[in-house]
């Protein structure tokens, strides 16, 4: 018996690696060029990493672990399926170029500038489905989303019959879980 037909047996009700689907909102500066949202062809993904250190404090000579610092990783990689044209691959070189080219807004004060990145946070949406994808079990969106890293796309000989894809790294600020 295949463990995919024991686990729907067992009522289906676990979770899926396969099973998920990504929206990707583009910023305002972005979608006037691109599209604003993207119903993304995306290969994999995760839910970031989030980590508790405990603090050892010495009671009469014994070390006692008290709770401490929970700190949670702002970055989210993303491995998209590029398409024919690269479309995809050129509007992310877009968006991390005017990430990095924004023109300094001057204050009234004159006693320097402050910089805003107005027009420069997407959003992305995570869906996870259900075993017969009829709905959405669990959905994240990551918010003030923006790439720090655009890997390498590599082309070869012996790739005649892959799909090319694209790994991303975005950060975010924060997220919700629905």
Known sequence: MRISSALY???GNFARGTKFSVLLAT?????????????????????????HTPIEVKIKGQNIKIPGRTQQDQTIQLTFYLDENTDLRSMMQ????????????????GEGSITTNDGLYGEITLKIKDFNENFDVKTYVFHDVYPVNIEN?????????T???????????????Y
């Open 163 to 177: 799909v090319l894809e694209q790994p991303v790294t975005f950060a975010f600020s924060w997220y919700e879980t």
């Open 94 to 109: 877009n968006w991390i170029y005017q990430i990095d080219n924004y023109n300094p807004v001057n204050t009234n004060s």
């Open 153 to 161: 796309v590599n082309y070869g000989a012996e790739d005649k019959d």
């Open 27 to 51: 910023p305002s500066r972005i979608s006037t060029i691109y599209s604003k949202y993207y119903d993304v062809l995306c290969k994999s993904t995760g839910v970031p990493t989030i980590t």
């Open 9 to 11: 047996q067992a009522g």
